[in-house]
């Protein structure tokens, strides 16, 4: 070229041997920079020529597109009128560091090497879609103030996208993009409030995502159906996007585990249904808000190892719908506050080991795991819930409550198993439903009468099944005395539903055999009639019927005539007593009648059962 200024010159001078020149500020038309870049010279022998400009100001539209450009760019403290436009273009390398650019279009661009925006400053658009980088892009210290500030659909970065202490104030815009080793992101700060700060539908990265330390969010971070091999690392983040969600990542495939957590903030609800995450999710001293509503929503996701909310706080409630843990689940030390809705909502939850709602769990609202699976312990020792208990129709290895639990609302456990029920019957709440609650065993039997205790407060009345329930464990286990005292307070209890004629003949099977459960109480009652019946006829003999035919009179043996309805002894038949003694002779016969009757009456109940 014929007509460059002397600091033009200068640059194309450097450029065969791939010098640097530094211009101090002085302008160079992007129409040389694009020559050099082009070709327009031969290189040194042995040399790589690069235009290596430093501190220039750049003037003009630099156009790249499409052309194939052999020579590197490399561009630090410049400040460019136009954005470049390297559109379709077949590059070495782009390295600008610490320039400041009105903006950048590289659409189905070819980068051989790496594309680097290192401590620049972009004002427009950052434009990446189907943009091809071999090596990695740096992004670290950039602030980028577009509207959006990147738009890189479908970009390929094969050594993966850097971005440490990154600003960004528009839309980071990533949809199906593939990023290979890791994305950092750390120290970072995105800002778009009300929308999208990172929209990334679809992204791939083969390697680990990380938005760690001060890692700052405004708006939404979406991860839609993301892939992300490595896990993702959100340790110290903070993210707000009140009302909504903060990091919105549904049907997402997580390799190496989930890690939000030492200190780690959130704003806005954490949505992972559908999800599918290899290691382990952990959420640990981590703070969450989304008030009166879900602040961690994890429907229907596939966790491969465990579920830790160990110190974790949560205003508004959590989604275990559907969600299946491979190995086990730990909310010890979590504070989950949702008055008045619901705090734990683990419908159909799935868990291979146990569910740890214990040492320190609160909830402020309904704790729900009806029809959850849990393969070992689900634990409330220790936990105290200000809201109603849900188990029903949940199965667990052992449901243990602890001396000191509190369930400050209801427990509805209708239809709920459990192998062994490790419990204490002062930690239940005063309202209980217990139909249809099976174990196996208990791992603390006795006193039974605590267990009647907590019996007596179903709110649903007269159930048989959980007398009958408790009755058969303790026979399994030996305690057949135990067995007989539930199973009588059983029919205490279903004597109070019964009108007043049966409620009367209950009241007299009671007193009398104790329903067939007290059969010694039947023997009591005969030995105090017959000394009764035996001491009254010693001293007033009754008259003979026939006095030449009548036997020697036995006082003993005729009051036993009398009680015994159906053995006869000849004494009962040869007396007539009057009187007052005849009114106590039809009593005895008559009490007689009424204890075979009910000794009958129980004996057959208890047989039925047995």
């Not at 539209?61 to 403290?77: E, F, K, M, Q, Y």
């Not at 189907?130 to 990147?150: S, Y």
């Not at 995502?209 to 939404?220: A, N």
């Not at 709602?357 to 200000?386: H, M, N, P």
Request: hydrophobic residues 45%; positive net charge; charged residues 20%.
């Amino acid at each position: 070229m014929d007509d460059l200024t002397e600091p033009e010159q200068r640059v194309w001078d450097a450029f065969p041997e791939s010098r640097v020149t530094d211009l101090a500020g002085a302008p160079v038309r992007a129409s040389v920079i694009a020559a050099l870049a082009l070709g327009v010279l031969p290189a040194e022998p042995g040399r790589a020529p690069a235009v290596r400009l430093f501190n220039a100001r750049v003037t003009g539209r630099l156009d790249l597109s499409p052309a194939a450009v052999p020579n590197a760019l490399i561009l630090v403290g410049c400040e460019f009128e136009e954005p470049p436009v390297l559109d379709g273009a077949q590059m070495a390398a782009v390295t600008l560091v610490r320039s400041r650019l009105p903006g950048l279009q590289a659409l189905g661009t070819r980068i051989d090497g790496a594309l680097s925006l290192r401590e620049c400053r972009c004002d427009g658009t950052l434009w990446l879609d189907g943009t091809d980088v071999a090596g990695m892009l740096d992004l670290t210290r950039a602030d980028l103030r577009g509207a959006p500030a990147v738009r890189a659909d479908y970009l390929t970065v094969q050594a993966g996208l850097f971005g440490r202490a990154l600003r960004a104030s528009g839309e980071i815009r990533l949809q199906h993009a593939r990023l290979g080793r890791r994305c950092d992101l750390t120290d970072a700060r995105l800002s778009n409030p009300g929308g999208d700060a990172l929209a990334a539908d679809a992204l791939k990265v083969d390697g680990l995502l990380e938005m760690s330390g001060k890692f700052v969010s405004q708006g939404r971070l979406t991860l839609r159906g993301a892939v992300l091999t490595g896990g993702l690392l959100m340790n110290g983040a903070t993210l707000s996007n009140p009302g909504g969600s903060a990091l919105f990542a549904p049907h997402s495939e997580i390799g190496e585990g989930v890690r939000l957590a030492y200190g780690f903030s959130s704003e806005g609800q954490l949505t992972f249904g559908g999800a599918r995450v290899s290691g382990t999710f952990l959420l640990h001293d981590a703070r969450i808000s989304q008030p009166r509503g879900i602040a961690l929503a994890l429907p229907g996701a596939s966790l491969g190892s465990r579920l830790t909310l160990r110190r974790a706080r949560l205003t508004g409630g959590i989604d275990l719908t559907d969600t299946t843990v491979a190995a086990g689940l730990i909310l010890k030390e979590a504070r989950i506050d949702n008055p008045g809705l619901a705090a734990v909502t683990a419908a159909r939850l799935k868990v291979g080991g146990a569910a740890d709602c214990c040492e320190g769990f609160a909830a402020s609202g309904r704790v729900s795991f009806t029809s959850a699976e849990i393969g070992r312990d689900l634990c409330f020792d220790g936990a105290t819930i200000d809201g109603d208990l849900e188990l029903k129709r949940s199965r667990s290895g052992i449901l243990r409550l602890g001396e000191t639990t509190k369930l400050l609302g209801k427990a509805d456990l209708r239809h709920a198993s459990t192998d062994v029920l490790a419990d204490f019957p002062s930690s239940w709440p005063q309202s209980v439903r217990f139909d249809g609650f099976t174990y196996e065993r208990l791992h603390r039997p006795l006193p039974v009468g605590a267990r009647l205790r907590l019996l007596a407060r179903d709110t649903d009345g007269y159930i048989p099944h959980p007398y009958e329930q408790l009755a058969a464990v303790y026979r399994r286990t030996g305690h057949d005395g135990a067995a007989r005292g539930v199973l009588l307070a059983k029919q205490r209890r279903r004597r109070a539903v019964h009108q007043l004629p049966q409620r009367t003949w209950g009241y007299l099977q009671d007193w009398t055999v104790g329903y067939g459960y007290r059969p010694m109480r039947a023997a009591a009652w005969l030995l105090a009639l017959l000394a009764v019946g035996t001491t009254v006829f010693a001293l007033h003999h009754p008259p003979p019927l026939k006095k030449d035919e009548a036997p020697q009179f036995n006082p003993f043996l005729y009051a036993l005539d009398l009680l015994l309805p159906i053995v006869g002894f000849g004494q009962e038949g040869a007396f007539a007593p009057r009187g007052a003694y005849q009114w106590l002779a039809a009593v005895l016969t008559a009490s007689g009648w009424i204890l075979a009757t009910t000794i009958i009456a129980g004996a057959s109940r208890v047989l039925s059962r047995q």
